[in-house]
């Protein structure tokens, strides 16, 4: 115990732990616990033995990283942990056996029937059901439209999703931003290229974490080959969206594609619901639902585009049409950004909600 | 008459007259004349008065264009029209006037109950049904999807298409590419663009023909809004797929949103069936089709992208899945490039099927 700061329980609010403090949406989750209301005693920076030592803000105070360990969890109330699935599987159950509830935005534990998959706006009280201890959050793709959904589904409930996915660069982590900033400064200035096949490959050459070049490029692939040709984050959408909505028969598929965008993940929607929508009670209810924003303007170009929804915290919805065939479908664009909502925010959304239960007592 | 070049019928092969030479598409049609088997006799470029006068290349000799007008059109046999819908609607009949088949790219003509809308691997004997003279060409999103659905419809029977559009920037035309390589090589370089709201739109200032920033980001608009929030290029593919097919009850709801890809449109299409589908049985259907690739070893990353696909003639298909919860539904993604079979391409082959009769004559 001699390596970790000591903890002063302030005013009784429970003690937070970060683990992977140091990484992409570890980043984010310091800012997002900065400005939003402070729930918190102490918070302990946690992450690799490699990152120990090294300090960072948070809440205006300077924290020293230790290195993750058995002890690092002592007096620990609630753990985020945003880690590679395999250090997830390992390590959260620990901090889970120490006491802490462990809130997981790995995919280590989100179809373990004995953990609770919660999207705080869609089923908050599924939070409270953990035999384990252990809390997971979505997957970005998920998380990028389920919060609209729910509402509509609350509304018209829902049958069937047909998604089909734009994803950004940082769905790979920050190699995959690097690595499509590097491509896209390999492209620019240059007045022939993509106008014949493999020429944009040529000249990019290395396609780091992505199959195929990203710049002036799309790729029809994310994740790993399942059966039947299906991609893992395809069927991320399908079984996570199916969970979370507590419908285990909603039909879903998905194609999820990665686009040359930084940041934001968009989502085109193809919902079809067990009674009959109508295009203006549908915007209406996406406008009165927290954690929504309409922005639904064609006529004066008003739609959400990642350029103009990354940093922000809603889900954007526009372009919602009712199907030309299905009174009961409805045709839908939305963009969330995939490190705020799509991980450190509704990892910190779920922890404020088991927080709520430290004030409660 | 004076300022037209005299006309050779070479072997009685017909006369084609390519008006709109000048253009983008234009310039990819004497491209495409100039290497694939040549059926004509003379060829006559016709382009806006402010072009005549300039010569161009084609089938290796250099040719004058000549100014659109009345007599352009004497002693031609066939006059493919690649200009915006306002000038096809005023010259297609007057070229059909004067004796000619016109061939049009425009949307003038596509839906006027009287003009067959034909795609040569799908429905040829159309091409004959031309009570005005007028044959037209698809929008090209249409055509980046019809030839791979067609194939699978005549296995299958088609009942209901949901689509998602990733297009490209030449899809706005040449000012299109302008726009998005200057936009690219304004946020090429910065390495923290595309991480707060409006930071991209700020750097890249005016959007060109876009409604947003189309570099790092996607943008769901493209053409015109019509009733029910729905763009014109959304219902084109409704629209056009219907009369193509021959299926004017085919369920169709699409949504077209636009990426930083120079050329080539790639789709998501979610079809369902009259009957059951198998995935090997599809994939064969699509490897044997006449003008499709089928490029599906997602094991070993094969799937059509735009930089691998720009360039080439074919529709490639790859991702094809069954869907896990209708045994009669299949998930495809297709690339075409929009410039040659979503445009030039298709509509010599229009034109060529023509040429046929007068040979058979």
Known sequence: M?????LNRRDGRP???IVGATGAVGTVMLDILSTRTDVWGDIRLIASPRSAGKKLRVRGEELEVVALSEEAFEGVD???????????AQWAPVAAAKGAVAVDNSGAFRMDADVPLVVPEVNPDQAKNRPRGIISNPNCTTLSMIVALGALHREYTLRELVVSSYQAASGAGQPGVDALREQIAKVAGDTTLGTQAGDVRRVIGDTGPFPA???????????????GGWSSEELKVRN???????LPGLRVNATCVRVPVVTTHSLTVHAVFESEVDQARAQAVLAEAPGVVLCDDPANYEFPTPADVVGTDPTWVGRVRRSLDDPNALDLFLCGDNLRKGAALNTAQIAELVAEEFTER
Chains 1, 2 share one sequence.
């Open 2 to 6: 001699s390596a970790l700061p000591p």
């Open 15 to 17: 003690t937070l732990a």
């Open 78 to 88: 609630i753990a985020m942990f945003d880690v590679p699935d395999e250090v997830s």
């Open 213 to 227: 070049p990203l710049a002036l490029n799309v790729v029809p692939w994310a994740g790993s080959l399942k059966d």
């Open 240 to 246: 996570e969206s199916r969970k979370i909505l507590g």
